[in-house]
């Protein structure tokens, strides 16, 4: 019994299309609600430091005399509790994943 039931499963799915994709072959598809990577629009931030108190891996630097904000990347785990915990909504979460990093290093924003 157990041979037909995988014979069944296995004549399913030799005429359907996969579901993965040959990545560097097929092409990466974005999904729009995909968690891929924080940005910020430094123009509208005004520094409360809401973002850094939210962030549970401390991956957020604010430093509001200087007007700076700062993300190391290999620490976010891209959980969107900073893009929902600030007030001025600057922060959005982009479906677009950051480009690969070779060293530990924190991207510094500037305010005007």
Do not use: H
């Not at 001025?88 to 979460?93: D, G």
Request: contains cysteine.
């Amino acid at each position: 019994m157990p041979f037909f039931v995988m014979a069944k499963t296995v004549l399913k799915t030799i005429f359907r299309k996969p579901y993965t994709i040959k990545y560097p072959f097929g092409g990466l598809i974005e999904r729009p609600k995909a968690r891929g990577s924080i940005a910020i629009d430094i123009k509208e931030c005004i520094f409360c430091g809401l973002c850094q108190r939210k962030c549970p891996t401390k991956a957020l630097t604010v430093v509001k005399d200087r007007k700076e904000w700062a993300i190391d990347r290999l620490r976010c785990i891209t959980c969107a509790a900073c893009v929902e915990s600030c007030p001025k909504k600057c922060l959005v979460m982009e479906s677009r994943y950051s480009p690969p990093l070779v060293m530990r290093q924190e991207e510094v924003f500037k305010g005007a």
